[in-house]
Structure formats: structure tokens, C-alpha cells
């Protein structure tokens, strides 16, 4: 069972930049089939992929409406997640989840990643 944090939300202004992080908890390592990844949701609106890292080969997935300015990466050995966001815009303002998938195929479906954080609140400001 993984227990996932997320850390790094905030208050930024229109340009801006954070990097948040994910913590998975938790016995064991992350298995290299595995995978986390980021969503987000927005007030009134449905949760929907930002971005993932498969967990072994490092391979990275991108939202269409971030590429280019966010950036994913992943530390094994501390078993943290980062998403460095750069260029923010007003509509990037949600809360954002930390996720993990089993087995991951590569899906953006929130319905394929199994173990969720809180969530931690972006605000872009104009």
C-alpha cells in the first residue's frame, strides 16, 4: 500500500515557476512496471493528466497543454516525484495530485493509477 504526499503548492504570479514533489511511503521499493504521475482539477471542472514517469525506464508523459513547460522527473532512491513548472498561467491554477500506477501502460485515465495524495493547491495570479 503506498502513502503518497505532495509538497511544494503555492501562490505565483502569471510567468512564474514551482516544483512540487511527491514522497511514496511505504515497504519496498517502487517496482520499475510502475509508474506516478500528476493530475490536477480545477474548481467546477473534472480531474485530468498534467503529466507521468515510468518508474524504470524514465520514460515521460505530457499533457498536451503543459509540454514544454513542465518538467517531471523521479528519485528512486528516495522514491520522490517532481514537477517542475515553469512559464505558469492563469489556467494552470488547480489542485494537484500525486498518483501512482501498477503496471502502468502508459493511459492518462485517472481510472489506471491506484494510490492518490491529498492533493496540494496552485495558484496562478495575474
Known amino acids: 500500500q503506498a502513502h503518497l504526499v505532495e509538497s511544494g503548492g503555492g501562490l505565483v504570479q502569471a510567468g512564474g515557476s514551482l516544483r512540487l514533489s511527491c514522497v511514496s511511503s511505504g515497504p519496498g521499493r517502487i517496482l520499475s512496471s510502475s509508474a506516478m504521475g500528476w493530475f490536477r482539477q480545477a474548481s467546477g471542472k473534472e480531474r485530468e493528466f498534467v503529466a507521468s514517469?515510468?518508474?524504470?525506464?524514465?520514460?515521460?508523459y505530457y499533457a498536451d497543454s503543459v509540454k514544454g513547460r513542465f518538467t517531471i522527473s523521479r528519485d528512486s532512491g528516495t522514491k520522490t516525484m517532481h514537477l517542475q513548472m515553469d512559464s505558469l498561467k492563469l489556467e494552470d491554477t488547480a489542485v494537484y495530485y500525486c498518483a501512482e500506477a501498477r503496471g502502468y501502460s502508459g493511459s492518462y485515465s485517472a481510472s489506471d493509477f491506484h494510490y492518490w495524495g491529498q492533493g496540494t493547491q496552485v495558484t496562478v495570479s495575474s
Open positions: 514517469i515510468r518508474w524504470g525506464a524514465g520514460t515521460r
